[in-house]
C-alpha cells in the first residue's frame, strides 16, 4: 500500500478493487491507508461499508451490474450519500440507470472504453485486447452519452474508465491505454463541461516468485507512475484531467497471503505426487487458467525445514478435489510424509475471494499475522454452513 501511495500520491484518487479479496477485516486496512474501494456489485459495496467506507469512498463498476445493483447507486444519490462514481459499460448500462435516476439526485458516471491495446499479461487476464468483453470502443463512446439522456439528462458524465489488464509485464499497453483516454477526455469536455477525471484501472504486477521480488522483472507501481506522468506533461495544464484515479487490487494484498495445506499422500510415482489437503475449492487459480505460485515445504519428515537441504527433488503437488485439474503445478521439496506442511504463496487476491464449497468443503480459517500476533479475520466454516 504505501508502495502504490508513493508512486500515486494525493490527489490521485487510489481506489481498492475489492474481487482480489473483500474481507472486511483487511479492507480496514487498506482503507485506513487512504484507499477508497473499486466495488463490482451491490454487495461487494456492502463489504466496502461494512469494513468503515462511506458511499462517497466507493465507485460501482464491473460489466455484471443488475438494475438492483444500479438501483442501489441511485437510492443512495437520493439519500445524499452518493456513490463515488458509476462505471458505465454499454449504452444499455447507461440507459438502464438512466431510467431509474432523476434529475433531482443525479448519478455521477464514467465510461468505460476498451483502448483495444494488446496488454502484456495472460491472455485470461487481457480485459483491454481489442476481442474482451469489456467496455465501449471509443466511437461507441457518444452512443453511450446520449442512451443516458445525453449531457442534460440525469447521469452526469465526469470521464473515463480504462483497465487494460492484471499483472502485466510491461507498461506499454498501460501508456497506449492511458493516451486514448486522454484524448477522448479532450474531445468530450467541450459539450460536458464536468468531463474530469480518468480512472486509469490497475494491473500493477505482484510479484510472483523470489526472482520477481529481487529483480526488476516485473515493472513496479512507481515504473507506471513514470510514464503516467510523461503523457500528462505532454499536455498543456488546461487540457490535463482535473481528477486521475487508479484501482489496484491484487498488486496490494496477492504477496501477503500464504495457503497452508497438510500432506495426505505421497505417490512414488515418476514425477513424485504429493497431495494436499487445500485444493482449488481453495486457491483455483492454477485449475482455472493455468497460474503459477511459489510452493515451499514447512517441514520434512515431521520437523521444521527451510526446504534447502540436498535431498530436495522435483515434485507434483496436487489437491484433494474430485477433478484432474486440481494440481498447483511443480515445485523442489525435501522429503516429504503424511500431515507435514506446505506452504502456497501469493495468494492472499484471488485465494479466499474465489473460495467454493465444492465436495463439501467448509471455508478454512483465515489467520492475520502482523509480526508479533496471530489474530482471526475468519473462523473456520462449519459442517452446517454448507448448503
Known amino acids: 500500500m504505501r508502495a502504490v501511495a508513493d508512486a500515486f500520491p494525493d490527489p490521485w ?4 478493487s475489492l474481487k482480489a479479496n473483500g474481507l472486511p477485516a483487511l479492507v480496514q486496512e487498506v482503507a485506513a491507508a487512504g484507499f477508497g474501494a473499486n466495488a463490482v456489485s451491490r454487495g461487494e459495496v456492502a463489504l466496502a461499508r461494512r469494513a468503515g467506507l462511506p458511499p462517497s469512498r466507493i465507485a460501482l463498476e464491473g460489466i455484471g451490474k443488475t438494475t438492483a445493483d444500479l438501483a442501489l447507486a441511485v437510492r443512495l444519490a ?3 450519500m452518493p456513490l463515488l462514481w458509476v462505471s458505465l459499460e454499454s449504452t444499455e448500462d447507461a440507459a438502464a440507470l438512466a431510467s431509474l435516476a432523476s434529475r433531482q439526485s443525479r448519478v455521477d458516471v464514467l465510461v468505460r472504453v476498451n483502448p483495444g491495446v494488446t ?3 495472460h491472455h485470461s487476464l487481457a480485459v ?3 476481442d474482451a468483453k469489456f467496455g465501449v470502443a471509443p466511437d461507441e463512446l457518444p452512443a453511450v452519452i446520449e442512451a443516458g439522456g445525453g449531457p442534460h ?3 452526469r458524465w465526469r470521464g473515463i474508465h480504462l483497465h487494460v489488464g492484471s499483472q502485466l509485464g510491461a507498461v506499454d499497453a498501460w501508456r497506449s491505454a492511458f493516451r486514448v483516454g486522454l484524448r477522448l477526455l479532450e474531445l468530450q469536455r467541450a459539450t460536458l463541461p464536468d468531463f474530469d477525471t480518468l480512472d486509469a484501472g490497475g494491473g500493477f504486477p505482484a510479484p510472483m516468485t523470489d526472482s520477481d521480488a529481487d529483480t526488476d522483472s516485473v ?3 512507481a515504473r507506471f507512475a513514470q510514464e503516467t506522468a510523461r503523457e500528462l506533461r505532454a499536455l498543456p495544464a ?3 484531467p482535473r481528477q486521475l484515479a487508479i484501482e489496484p487490487g491484487r498488486s496490494v494484498v496477492a504477496g501477503s497471503g500464504w495457503l497452508i495445506g497438510r500432506v495426505l499422500h505421497v505417490r512414488r510415482r515418476e514425477p513424485l505426487l504429493i497431495v494436499l489437503d487445500a485444493g482449488m475449492t481453495e486457491l483455483i487459480r492454477p485449475a482455472l487458467y493455468g497460474a503459477i505460485h511459489p510452493m515451499l515445504a514447512l517441514t520434512s519428515l515431521g520437523r521444521p525445514t527451510d526446504g534447502s537441504g540436498a535431498d530436495s527433488t522435483l515434485v507434483r503437488v496436487d489437491g484433494p478435489i474430485c477433478e484432474s485439474t486440481d494440481t498447483f503445478g511443480m515445485a523442489t521439496m525435501p522429503p516429504l510424509e503424511r500431515d507435514d506442511l506446505v506452504a502456497i504463496g501469493t495468494v492472499g487476491a484471488y485465494g479466499s475471494a474465489m473460495f467454493s464449497t465444492y465436495n463439501g468443503r467448509p471455508r478454512p480459517p483465515e489467520i ?8 482471526t479475520w475468519r473462523r473456520r466454516g462449519a459442517l452446517a454452513s454448507l448448503p
Open 78 to 80: 437520493a439519500e445524499g
Open 13 to 16: 484518487v487510489r481506489l481498492y
Open 219 to 221: 515493472p513496479r507501481a
Open 128 to 130: 483491454g485486447a481489442p
Open 153 to 155: 439528462g440525469p447521469l
Open 368 to 375: 492475520c499475522w502482523d509480526g508479533e500476533r496471530l489474530v
Open 238 to 240: 488546461t487540457a490535463r
Open 119 to 121: 496488454p502484456e499479461t
